[in-house]
């Protein structure tokens, strides 16, 4: 359990540090972080990492795949990890 809490932490700094930088090459318009990769990341656990990105660079914030689907991607999480803890 606890590998799996460093797992989490570590995985949404990545997320967060990830948003950062694509926001970062945005404003000097230079080559990108695909999409794909952070829809990747939160799927992998780095949900919040990347919202709380999402929030605090101001970016993808007009993109409704993210604005809608990385929220519901951390929704399924919390009830995925809710089921996990009481079943197991």
Not at 8 to 24: A, E, H, P, Q, W
Not at 47 to 75: A, D, E, Q, W
């Given at each position: 359990m606890k590998f799996f809490i460093?797992?989490?932490i570590i995985i949404n700094i990545v997320s967060?540090?990830?948003?950062?930088?694509d926001k970062r090459k945005a404003k000097k318009r230079k080559?990108?972080?695909p999409e794909k990769t952070f829809f990747t990341l939160?799927?992998?656990?780095?949900?919040i990492g990347v919202y709380l990105g999402?929030?605090?660079f101001n970016h993808?914030?007009?993109?409704?795949?993210?604005?809608?689907?990385?929220p519901v991607i951390i929704i399924i999480?919390?009830?995925?990890?809710?089921?996990?803890?009481?079943?197991l």
């Amino acid at each position: 359990m606890k590998f799996f809490i460093y797992y989490l932490i570590i995985i949404n700094i990545v997320s967060l540090l990830l948003m950062f930088v694509d926001k970062r090459k945005a404003k000097k318009r230079k080559s990108r972080i695909p999409e794909k990769t952070f829809f990747t990341l939160a799927l992998l656990g780095g949900s919040i990492g990347v919202y709380l990105g999402m929030y605090f660079f101001n970016h993808k914030t007009r993109h409704s795949s993210f604005t809608l689907g990385i929220p519901v991607i951390i929704i399924i999480q919390i009830l995925l990890l809710g089921y996990l803890i009481k079943n197991l």
